[in-house]
């Protein structure tokens, strides 16, 4: 098993950055393909992006390609999302995910941290 826990949320303007922190724990980190993904109030969870066991292979929603970025430090067993230029429309909690398997955009992933909450203002 891997307890997740996220960090780095809060209150940041439009055209800004943010950075978000997934702090694993458990089983070894780089087992895990990470992802992250947000629930905006009254709204479904969505994805956001997704990165493979080693970093190689990334994945983005439409609406966060060119602006987010995913990262990963096995040595630091933690998940990044790295946000520039957020809108308001990305305000929404986001929650990392694990999964030993390639769970790509589903939310399938078998473990979740508690989510930390992003506020983009105008």
């Known amino acids: 098993q891997v307890r997740l826990v996220e960090s780095g949320g809060g209150l940041v303007q439009a055209g800004g950055s943010l950075r978000l922190s997934c702090a694993a724990s458990g089983r070894t980190f780089s087992a895990y393909v990470m992802g992250w993904f947000r629930q905006a109030p009254g709204k479904g969870r969505e994805f956001v992006a997704t990165i493979s066991w080693n970093g190689g292979r990334t994945y983005y929603a439409d609406s966060v390609k060119g602006r987010f970025t995913i990262s990963r430090d096995n040595a630091k067993s933690t998940a990044y999302l790295q946000m520039n230029s957020p809108k308001p429309e990305d305000t929404a909690v986001y929650y990392c995910?694990?999964?030993?398997?390639?769970?790509?955009?589903?939310?399938?992933?078998?473990?979740w941290g508690q989510g930390t909450q992003v506020t983009v203002s105008s």
């Open positions: 995910a694990a999964d030993l398997n390639w769970a790509g955009v589903g939310d399938g992933y078998n473990y």
